[in-house]
C-alpha cells in the first residue's frame, strides 16, 4: 500500500491486515525506528465498502454534523450542495490557528500512525485513498507540522486541522531535524515525491479533525519512556543500596505480601543490589527504603496508561460516527469520544508518579554525600576543602525537581468556554502529554545526576558486592562515557553525556523485561 523510502530495509515494514495490528507497539516502531505500514487490500476493501454504505446514507439529505451544517455554535446552519462541496477542505482554514514550536518528527510519526489506526477501525467512514495516504505520508516522511501548544478547544480540533491539511496540498510539512526545525509549504513537498494533493469528499474532512489520535500518540510515547526510565531507576537505586552497603531489609520482596508490583519491583532491587554484607547501619534513610514503593507505584502508573491507550485504541473517537446495527442499516452519531479525559487524567497520575520518583532521586542523590550513608569523604569530594565535590550537582538536581513540581497541577482542571459557548469543556488533553513529556524529561537529568555521584563514589573505592555482574556492568557502561579522575571539573558536561546514555537505553546489560 506504501512505497518503500529509499534504503529502506524490509523489516521496516509492518504488515497490517487488521486494525489491532497497528497497536502501541506497532506505533512505536513506526515513530521511532521509521517503520512503514503496508495495510493489506483486504483491509483497505473493508474500508471502501463502508465507505460506499456512509455515502449512501449521507445522499438522504439528514442534517448531519459537519457534512451538510457548519461546525460548533455554527451547526444550526445547512449549507448548501455547493458549499458542502468545498465544506471538508475549507475546515482546516480557519481551524490551523496554532504555531511552532511543532511537534518533533517521532511525535508526529506516532500521530500519522494513530489517526491511521482509529480510520481502519471505520467508524469514520472515510475513504481507502486518504488511509492511503496517511500510509504514504509516513512512507516519506512528509510529516504534517503539528503545533505543540496553545491549542483550547473541545478535543484535539486546531492541532489535527494543521496535521490534516497537507492532504489535500495545504498547510506545512516538517523540513530539518532539532528543535529549531523549519516549516515549508506542503504542496511542493507532495510534488517533490510524485503525490498530488488529494481531494477530500464528504465527511473526509470533519473525521480527520475528530478524535483523539494526537493524544493518544503522545502518551504511546510518554509511556514508553516511563518505562525506561522505571527500569534505569531500578538499577539506580540499587546500585545505591550496593555502594553504600545500606540494609536491604525494605527492599526485601517477602514484604510485598498483597501487593504483586511490588513484589516484583523490591525483588528486582534486592537481586540486582547482590548479597548483602554487613550492613553499615541498622537502617538506610527513609528515602531508600520506599524507593521500592515509589517505583511500584510508577509501574503502575504506566500501566494504567497503558490501558487508556488501548481503550483510546479501540473506541469509537470519531463524531460523528457512523454505526451500524446488526440488520446492515446504519445512522450517524454524535458522540464525546473527542474530549480525550480517560488520556489526560491518566497522562497526569503518570506525570505526578514520575515527579515523585525525581523528588525522591534528588533526596537519595543528597544521602549519597552524606558520610553517613556513603562511608566516603564528604559530597563525594576527593580532598574535601580544595576540593568541592558533587554538592553543585545537587543543587542542579534539586532546582530541575523545583520545577517540576508545577508540572504536578492537573491539566483537566481549569475549564472555560469556547466557540460562542457551544464549547463549554475542555481537557486540555495535549497540555497534559506536555506535562507527562516535561517530567520525564526531568527525571532523566536527576537519575543521571544519580549516575554521576554513583561513578564518583566508585571511583572514592566504593565497589558493589562481587555477584552485582549486572550492576558492575552498568557501572563500566557509566564511566566508558565520563572522563577519568575523581577532582572537581564541568559536572555539568557529564551529567549531559549521561543523560544521553540514558536516552539511549542504558544500561545495556538489563533486560527490559
Known amino acids: 500500500m506504501a512505497p518503500s523510502r529509499p534504503g529502506?530495509?524490509?523489516?521496516?515494514?509492518?504488515?497490517?491486515?487488521?486494525?489491532?495490528?497497528?497497536?502501541?507497539?506497532?506505533?512505536?516502531?513506526?515513530?521511532?525506528?521509521?517503520?512503514?505500514?503496508?495495510?493489506s487490500a483486504?483491509?483497505?476493501?473493508?474500508?471502501?465498502?463502508?465507505?460506499?454504505?456512509?455515502?449512501?446514507?449521507?445522499?438522504?439529505?439528514?442534517?448531519?454534523?459537519g457534512v451538510n451544517t457548519g461546525m460548533g455554535a455554527l451547526s444550526e446552519h445547512r449549507l448548501s450542495e455547493t458549499e458542502q462541496a468545498?465544506?471538508?477542505?475549507?475546515?482546516?482554514?480557519?481551524?490551523?490557528?496554532?504555531?511552532?514550536?511543532?511537534?518533533?518528527?517521532d511525535e508526529t510519526r506516532a500521530v500519522l500512525a494513530v489517526r491511521l489506526r482509529t480510520f481502519l477501525n471505520n467508524d469514520s467512514g472515510v475513504s481507502a485513498d486518504v488511509c492511503r495516504r496517511l500510509a504514504d505520508m509516513l512512507a516519506y516522511d512528509l510529516l504534517p507540522a503539528v503545533p505543540r501548544g496553545g491549542l483550547g478547544s473541545a478535543g484535539e480540533i486546531l492541532a489535527l486541522a494543521h496535521l490534516a491539511a497537507p492532504i489535500s496540498g495545504r498547510g506545512m510539512i516538517l523540513s530539518g531535524a532539532g528543535a529549531g526545525q523549519d516549516a515549508v509549504p506542503a504542496a511542493p513537498a507532495?510534488?517533490?515525491?510524485?503525490?498530488?494533493?488529494?481531494?477530500?469528499?464528504?465527511?473526509e474532512g470533519v473525521a480527520l479533525i475528530q478524535g483523539v489520535p494526537v493524544n493518544t500518540a503522545l502518551a504511546i510515547l510518554c509511556a514508553e519512556d516511563a518505562r525506561n526510565l522505571l527500569r534505569q531507576s531500578l538499577s539506580i537505586v540499587a546500585a545505591q543500596f550496593a555502594l553504600t552497603g545500606a540494609s536491604r531489609d525494605a527492599i526485601d520482596p517477602v514484604l510485598a505480601r498483597g501487593d504483586d508490583v511490588l513484589g516484583l519491583v523490591t525483588g528486582e532491587l534486592f537481586r540486582l543490589a547482590g548479597t548483602q554484607a554487613v550492613p553499615r547501619a541498622l537502617q538506610p534513610p527513609v528515602s531508600f527504603r520506599v524507593s521500592g514503593q515509589v517505583l511500584a507505584h510508577l509501574q503502575r502508573a504506566v500501566a494504567m496508561l497503558d490501558a487508556a491507550v488501548l481503550r483510546a485504541l479501540e473506541g469509537i473517537t470519531d463524531s460523528p460516527a457512523y454505526v451500524e446495527r446488526d440488520d446492515g442499516s446504519g445512522r450517524f452519531l454524535s458522540t464525546a469520544g473527542f474530549h480525550g479525559y480517560d488520556l489526560a487524567a491518566h497522562l497526569h497520575i503518570l506525570t505526578v508518579a514520575v515527579v515523585g520518583a525525581a523528588e525522591l532521586g534528588a533526596t537519595r542523590l543528597h544521602r549519597m554525600l552524606d558520610p553517613k550513608t556513603s562511608g566516603l569523604n564528604p559530597q563525594l569530594s576527593p580532598d574535601p576543602g580544595p576540593h568541592t565535590g558533587l554538592s553543585p550537582v545537587h543543587k542542579r538536581a534539586v532546582g530541575v525537581v523545583h520545577a517540576l513540581r508545577r508540572l504536578a497541577v492537573p491539566s483537566t482542571v481549569g475549564t472555560m468556554e469556547t466557540s460562542a459557548g457551544?464549547?463549554?469543556?475542555?481537557?486540555?488533553?495535549?497540555?497534559?502529554?506536555?506535562?507527562?513529556?516535561?517530567?520525564?524529561?526531568?527525571?532523566?537529568?536527576?537519575?543521571?545526576?544519580?549516575?554521576?555521584a554513583l561513578h564518583q563514589a566508585?571511583?572514592?573505592?566504593?565497589?558493589?558486592?562481587?555477584?552485582?555482574?549486572?550492576?558492575?556492568?552498568?557501572?563500566?557502561?557509566?564511566?566508558?562515557?565520563?572522563?577519568?579522575?575523581?577532582g572537581d571539573r564541568f559536572f555539568g558536561q557529564d551529567v549531559t553525556a549521561l543523560e544521553k546514555l540514558l536516552a539511549r537505553g542504558w544500561p545495556g546489560a538489563v533486560p527490559t523485561g
Open 458 to 486: 566508585r571511583e572514592l573505592g566504593a565497589q558493589p558486592p562481587r555477584d552485582a555482574h549486572r550492576l558492575s556492568e552498568a557501572l563500566d557502561e557509566t564511566a566508558a562515557v565520563l572522563p577519568s579522575g575523581t
Open 42 to 65: 483486504r483491509l483497505t476493501d473493508r474500508i471502501a465498502a463502508r465507505r460506499a454504505r456512509v455515502l449512501a446514507a449521507l445522499a438522504s439529505g439528514e442534517p448531519v454534523y
Open 86 to 105: 468545498r465544506h471538508q477542505e475549507a475546515l482546516m482554514l480557519a481551524r490551523s490557528a496554532g504555531g511552532p514550536p511543532w511537534l518533533d518528527e
Open 422 to 452: 457551544q464549547e463549554d469543556a475542555q481537557t486540555f488533553s495535549m497540555e497534559a502529554a506536555a506535562d507527562c513529556r516535561g517530567a520525564i524529561h526531568g527525571l532523566r537529568e536527576v537519575l543521571a545526576c544519580e549516575m554521576l
Open 190 to 203: 507532495l510534488a517533490a515525491v510524485g503525490l498530488a494533493p488529494l481531494r477530500l469528499g464528504p465527511k
Open 8 to 39: 529502506q530495509r524490509p523489516d521496516e515494514r509492518i504488515g497490517i491486515e487488521t486494525a489491532a495490528e497497528l497497536g502501541p507497539m506497532a506505533v512505536l516502531r513506526i515513530a521511532r525506528a521509521g517503520a512503514v505500514p503496508m495495510v
